[in-house]
């Protein structure tokens, strides 16, 4: 048989040629310059990803500390709630559990029948009992009784532990004051608590007065003051006072309202100011008295008229 196709040329092959695949040139691995931007996973490591990173942090660690918080508040209030304690001999052991009422009972009524048993209150009371004779009456009652005033001992003896570090927080808030104590010996706690309250009392140079249909006061540092003063609104009659009384800025939107932010500054910040003024004028007690019966905003006034009635 003749090879080739009928028309006379060479027979095909029957193998497809194979497409060649253009292959990409190997990344070159770029040279770090000096002062460049460092490389993290390949990624420059930019100003702004430093930013987010630190935000997510500080997230971070704001969410825990309100978690653990919240998680503090819960133990407390569930601490509250436990105002009874249940008490019961069983397998040659003494038992006491502390529930809120309706658990204690629940628990009470669950017992095995023959285990003497025993609900009391927040305040010793006993509400509810069965004892299998007078001897474990007596047994359950002292064990009670001597584990109820350990429990006591030991929850006042956590209560001073903590006690000026709470005080210290109570005054700003701020956990860095509670930790500052904390970290005092319990000796020197008071100590620690009373140099706080000193500093925060004496940084509290000004005040500042406004009324905006009620009259506030807020004493702070100087800094402070005047920025709470720029914020309040426009049309609030205000004021900036310093420790010792003086004036330091304000604005009024009438003479009837500077009267009334000044008077309310020194009934607060200088509750017997007038009344000792009214002392001062004629040397009388009943002038005091007179103006000391009055409310805080109405002293000024009453010394005014005091002042007038003798003269002066």
């Known amino acids: 048989r003749p090879t080739g196709t009928m028309g006379g040329g060479p027979e095909p092959s029957q193998t497809k040629p194979v497409r060649k695949l253009k292959c990409s040139p190997p990344r070159k691995q770029v040279e770090k310059k000096a002062g460049s931007t460092p490389l993290i996973d ?68 669950a017992l095995p029948a023959g285990v003497s048993r025993a609900v009391f209150s927040e305040d010793d009371t006993l509400v509810k009992k069965w004892f299998f004779d007078e001897h474990w009456e007596l047994e359950i009652m002292n064990h009670y009784h001597a584990r109820a005033e350990r429990a006591a001992t030991e929850q006042q003896q956590r209560q001073e532990t903590t006690l000026h570090a709470d005080r210290a927080y109570q005054i700003q808030g701020k956990q860095e004051d509670y930790d500052r104590v904390m970290s005092k010996p319990v000796e020197l706690r008071e100590r620690e608590f009373e140099l706080i309250s000193h500093d925060y009392e004496t940084s509290r140079t000004h005040s500042v007065v406004w009324h905006d249909g009620h009259y506030h006061i807020l004493h702070l540092d100087a800094d402070s003051a005047m920025e709470v003063y720029g914020l309040l609104p426009e049309w609030a009659s205000r004021a900036v006072f310093r420790k010792d009384g003086t004036f330091a800025t304000g604005w009024f939107h009438s003479e009837h309202w500077k009267q009334g932010v000044q008077s309310h500054y020194f009934a607060s910040a200088h509750p017997t100011l007038y009344a000792d003024k009214a002392y001062q004028l004629r040397g009388e007690q009943r002038d005091y008295d007179r103006v000391m019966s009055k409310s805080q905003e109405l002293r000024m006034q009453e010394f005014e008229t005091i002042a007038r009635e003798c003269g002066c």
């Open 42 to 109: 390949d990624t420059p490591w930019c100003a702004m990803h430093i930013l987010v990173a630190a935000l997510a942090f500080i997230c971070h660690l704001d969410a825990r500390e309100k978690c653990e918080g919240e998680i503090a508040r819960l133990e407390s209030l569930v601490d509250n709630a436990r105002t009874h304690t249940v008490a019961w001999h069983a397998d040659g052991q003494h038992q006491l559990l502390r529930l809120d009422e309706a658990s204690a009972l629940i628990v009470f009524d």
